[in-house]
């Protein structure tokens, strides 16, 4: 089964552990932003080649990139119900496709190779991609008070490089930043730039993929 999305997406990076001025500015702001879902813990593997070809492309600033993960809720150690998702980003206008991956369920993060054997196999990929490395943080769900302008709260968040295929031997926890996202219809660009002047962030272009990649030993450059 697959979904395609297109849409928007807008990070800013906080250098604090403070997630609660980040939910406060939100309500706050005139778009008037409420909880949508309950918090809970998100878990993504990502997946390269072995020359890094996407970790590169964000890290040289190309402006058509591409990544691949799989992404499940609640345990870090055991996939429930995984998603590959494959997201191709042009600027901020980001196309996300999400396919069930039942093979993997239940499935424990450590099995690296069954994880590579299997998403390449489901995605047909040209060529073999690796497990390269895990992310895994706190969210919490915002939506706009006319219910179309998502945003979310990321804190606590750890990283996994996967040295090789049969060991986890590097952890990265990153407790002293937050990251905040907002997603939206493209078409509400202008409007959503407009009713944001009001909290005062500066915008950068950070992803947790690889910000924790750029925190890896200089050999893996």
């Not at 500015?25 to 878990?43: C, D, E, G, H, M």
């Not at 986890?168 to 009713?195: A, H, M, T």
Request: aromatic share 10%.
């Amino acid at each position: 089964m697959k979904n395609k999305i297109k849409r928007f997406e807008r990070k800013w990076l906080f250098k604090s552990n403070n997630s609660l001025s980040l939910i406060n500015a939100l309500i706050r702001s005139n778009l008037f932003f409420r909880t949508q879902y309950p918090s809970r813990k998100v878990n993504s593997i990502y997946f390269d080649t072995h020359n890094y070809t996407s970790i590169r492309q964000n890290l040289d600033g190309v402006s058509n990139k591409k990544k691949i993960r799989i992404r499940w809720y609640g345990r870090k150690n055991t996939m429930i119900k995984p998603v590959i998702e494959i997201k191709s980003k042009k600027g901020f206008e980001t196309k996300k496709e999400s396919i069930k991956i039942k093979e993997l369920d239940n499935v424990k993060l450590s099995n690296l190779e069954l994880l590579k054997e299997k998403l390449n196999i489901k995605i047909k990929s040209k060529k073999i991609i690796f497990p390269i490395l895990t992310t895994h943080y706190k969210r919490e769900y915002f939506v706009s008070l006319n219910g179309k302008i998502r945003a979310t709260v990321d804190y606590n968040l750890q990283s996994i490089f996967l040295n090789n295929l049969s060991q986890i031997d590097i952890v990265k926890n990153f407790n002293n930043i937050c990251i905040l996202e907002f997603k939206y219809p493209i078409g509400l660009d202008k409007y959503v730039r407009k009713n944001l002047k009001d909290i005062t962030l500066r915008l950068s272009k950070n992803s947790k993929f690889v910000n924790s990649a750029m925190e890896k030993p200089k050999s893996f450059s």
